[in-house]
């Protein structure tokens, strides 16, 4: 190792974001991203229901949390799909989590995955914030079998590949 570090070597360090990277095309990862796990339907409605003063943090996140952190190489979405249910439980964010929880299963999480995190997330932190994201979760898991023609006590398996279209 010759010592001198190269502005690529400390680039390698936010793989999926190259420092060329604009803030418009930053903004089109994102896009992209946000809908392939939250669906067009959710995306489409967030921002069709987004007040000229909130478009702003739709913009911010379409851009930041979609575009350069979900744009990243090191995890797969269905690995930051657990992640985001797990934070999501313990800061008792049921909104949020509802649409999370039907990202991860877009992102291929099965229903015994998602009870496993919530269950984990529940006992670091706390019965209520765990029970509450159970009952959103059970919601979401309800729906998603109405919208895919599956039997109301019909387990919704593990798709690792993800589900395209779903």
């Known amino acids: 190792m010759s010592g001198k570090t190269s502005s690529s ?34 995306v489409d409605r967030a921002l069709s229901s987004a007040s000229p003063f909130s478009l702003a943090i739709q913009d911010f996140a ?15 979405p269905r690995d930051r799909s657990l992640l985001n249910i797990g934070m999501l439980t313990a800061l008792d964010k049921q909104n949020e989590l509802a649409g999370h929880v039907r990202g991860a299963l877009n992102n291929g999480l099965g229903e015994k995955e998602i009870q496993e995190a919530l269950i984990q997330a529940t006992i670091y932190s706390g ?5 509450a994201a159970f009952r959103t979760a059970d919601t979401v898991l309800k729906s998603w079998r109405e919208d895919h023609g ?3 006590d019909e387990v919704i398996p593990a798709a690792p590949r993800g589900r395209q279209g779903a």
């Open 9 to 42: 070597s400390s680039s390698s360090l936010a793989k999926g974001i190259n420092a060329q990277d604009t803030q418009a095309e930053l903004h089109r990862k994102g896009e992209s991203n946000r809908r392939e796990v939250m669906g067009s339907t959710f």
């Open 150 to 152: 599956l039997k109301p």
């Open 62 to 76: 379409t851009t930041h949390a979609w575009g350069a952190v979900w744009g990243r190489e090191g995890l797969s």
């Open 127 to 131: 019965m209520p914030a765990g029970m």
